[in-house]
Nanobody
Framework: QVQLVESGGGMVLPGSSLRLSCVAS????????TGWFRQTPGKEREFIGA????????YYGAPFEGRFIISRDDAKNAAYLQINNLQFEDTAVYSC???????????WGQGTQVTVSS
């Protein structure tokens, strides 16, 4: 099993940047695809993007290409989501998930709140 803990959220001004962390324990995160998601009350969870297992290849949902950047540090067993030029509509709970090769996301963190406010 993989345990995931997100951090790095907070309240920020529009136009700011944040880097969210997803630290794994229990197993190597590089054995899984790591995805980032976000959710706001009353809306379905949105897939932001993911980084492949055993690779640095990333892919993103169309609305998230450009301002959102996913990376992984295998030495720290962690994945990251960099969000640039934050907008009000980026306010959400951001979560990471881990999926085994060719499988569905099985392991989830608790999420971290990002609030964009002036």
């Amino acid at each position: 099993q993989v345990q995931l803990v997100e951090s790095g959220g907070g309240m920020v001004l529009p136009g700011s940047s944040l880097r969210l962390s997803c630290v794994a324990s229990g197993q190597s995160l590089s054995d899984y695809a790591t995805g980032w998601f976000r959710q706001t009350p009353g809306k379905e969870r949105e897939f932001i993007g993911a980084i492949q297992w055993k690779s640095t290849s990333t892919y993103y949902g169309a609305p998230f290409e450009g301002r959102f950047i996913i990376s992984r540090d295998d030495a720290k067993n962690a994945a990251y989501l960099q969000i640039n030029n934050l907008q009000f509509e980026d306010t959400a709970v951001y979560s990471c998930g881990a999926a085994p090769p060719y499988g569905d996301y099985q392991f989830w963190g608790q999420g971290t709140q990002v609030t964009v406010s002036s």
